[in-house]
């Protein structure tokens, strides 16, 4: 491989690199090269390397003006590197160094050109290129604001997000290299520097901060404070995500004062109300429900309905209220009708329920408000019992009495049929018509309690 001439000391060290390397005169002559560089272009090129050979006729022709440029470069003195892609016999990434060749008195010798093959290298660069950019389009196309800070709270990375944000919030850019104490809501210091202390422990943490910016003006942030590590698992930083919550928070708030009206309307009612889910689970109750039923409201929240019916009627009302689900409307129950309950001490009771069911969502619920009616039943009862023994007896007076009002008539009858005198048949007519007043007024008596009895 080498003239006659070559040292061995110099023949040992082309043959101890793994590069492919090749010595070359200022007229492109080939002086010294070794094995790897033969057998590299052996298999591109398919041209064995001698020495003298012009090293030219072994760069393709796609790199020769930039071989002539780094040559002549080298030959003015200085040292190239640049990397590009092999293409044979396959595809792989390789670094040229041009690097010019003195002799021991300083003169000009030539050019060392090595070349080293760093495919995996760069493979492993690309593809460290093509994750630094995929998280870099992640962390800048969330709606969350990102920083990343090292154990000392300096910042080491950060998305737009977060740099519009702490704009806004505090009328100042972040930097990398900032400490970021001076991005620190006011009266939200102890809060952060407890979050940021667990997160060097290993442990994360979210929360929810009302804060002011420089102006004065309040904003909901959902904050989350991580640890991140290494591959190696030493603590790289502490990595902050922060969401403006303003539109949720003011969402959350309405409806939970809407919720603390309806409830507060709900306890004040004068009589029993109860909702219950498509399970029949009862998920609010209101006080009133203890004066009638003997539970406290949280007694019966999370119980079934079926705990204030009576057990006979567990099958009948199950079907009931799959009935009523699939078609849900404004209902009364009482009317004409009795709807048994059970109280905490077992008694029964007859109450009415106004039913209306309403929707939350994808979740079904139903409104009942209790009336206990027990009472007036009682009443009802009473009165109608009452009614009849009246009856009974109006009906049993007026035949007793229109009995001997009619033997009356008779004999008044029989006697104006004897020719009786003037005086008499006075008399007679008077009795006869007192004795019609009153079997018109025991018709009447009969009438109004039998309406149907005299047609």
């Not at 995929?134 to 300096?154: G, K, M, W």
């Not at 929810?208 to 910016?213: F, G, H, N, S, Y």
């Given at each position: 491989m080498f003239a006659p001439d070559a040292s061995d000391l110099l023949y040992a060290l082309l043959e101890s690199s793994p590069d492919a390397i090749v010595l070359i005169s200022p007229e492109h002559r080939v002086l010294a090269f070794n094995h790897v560089m033969q057998e590299m272009l052996l298999n591109t090129l398919g041209k064995e390397l001698v020495l003298g050979a012009d090293y030219r006729d072994f760069v393709v022709q796609a790199n020769q003006d930039l071989y002539l440029e780094y040559f002549e470069q080298a030959l003015a003195g200085a040292i190239l590197v640049t990397q590009h892609q092999h293409n044979h016999p396959q595809v792989c990434w390789v670094e040229s160094t041009f690097k010019p060749l003195y002799s021991q008195s300083q003169a000009l010798f030539g050019v060392t050109l090595r070349i080293k093959n760093i495919d995996e290298h760069k493979r492993a660069e690309l593809a460290l290129e093509q994750m630094a950019e995929?998280?870099?389009?992640?962390?800048?196309?969330?709606?969350?604001?990102?920083?990343?800070?090292?154990?000392?709270?300096?910042v080491l990375l950060f998305n737009h997000v977060a740099k519009a944000r702490l704009k806004v919030g505090f009328n100042r850019e972040i930097v990398v290299g900032d400490d970021f104490q001076k991005f620190i809501f006011a009266g939200k210091e102890s809060t952060f520097?407890?979050?940021?202390?667990?997160?060097?422990?290993?442990?994360?943490?979210?929360?929810?901060?009302?804060?002011?910016?420089?102006?004065?003006?309040?904003?909901?942030?959902?904050?989350?404070?991580?640890?991140?590590?290494?591959?190696?698992?030493?603590?790289?930083?502490?990595?902050?995500?922060?969401?403006?919550?303003?539109?949720?928070?003011y969402v959350e708030i309405a409806l939970a004062e809407s919720e603390e009206k309806f409830r507060k309307i709900v306890d004040s009612a004068p009589t029993p109300i109860l909702i219950v889910d498509a399970h029949m689970q009862i998920v609010l109750a209101n006080p009133e429900v203890e004066h009638v039923f003997g539970y406290h409201p949280e007694q019966l929240e999370g119980q079934h309905l079926h705990l204030l019916i009576p057990e006979r009627f567990h099958a009948q009302h199950s079907h009931d209220e799959q009935t009523y689900l699939r078609h849900p409307r404004p209902y009364k129950m009482g009317i004409n009708r009795l709807t048994p309950a059970r109280t905490s001490c077992g008694d029964e009771i007859i109450v009415e329920i106004s039913l209306n069911g309403?929707?939350?969502?994808?979740?079904?619920?139903?409104?009942?408000?209790?009336?206990?009616?027990?009472?007036?039943?009682?009443?009802?009862?009473?009165?109608?019992?009452?009614?009849?023994?009246?009856?009974?007896i109006a009906w049993q007076q007026s035949h007793e009495v229109r009995k001997p009002v009619a033997n009356i008539l008779g004999l008044v009858h029989v006697l104006q049929g004897l020719s009786p005198s003037v005086e008499q048949v006075l008399c007679l007519n008077q009795l006869a018509q007192a004795t019609d007043e009153l079997d018109q007024i025991i018709r009447q008596i009969v009438a109004r309690t039998y309406p149907d009895s005299l047609k």
């Open positions: 995929t998280f870099e389009a992640i962390i800048e196309n969330t709606t969350e604001s990102i920083v990343l800070l090292d154990p000392q709270r300096q520097y407890a979050a940021f202390d667990r997160a060097l422990q290993g442990e994360s943490s979210q929360f929810e901060v009302l804060a002011q910016d420089y102006q004065g003006h309040e904003m909901w942030f959902q904050s989350r404070v991580f640890p991140v590590f290494k591959r190696n698992g030493e603590l790289l930083g502490v990595s902050l995500f922060a969401l403006n919550i303003n539109d949720r928070k309403f929707q939350i969502g994808q979740d079904a619920y139903i409104l009942a408000i209790i009336q206990d009616v027990t009472q007036r039943v009682k009443d009802q009862q009473q009165i109608a019992e009452q009614l009849e023994r009246l009856k009974a």
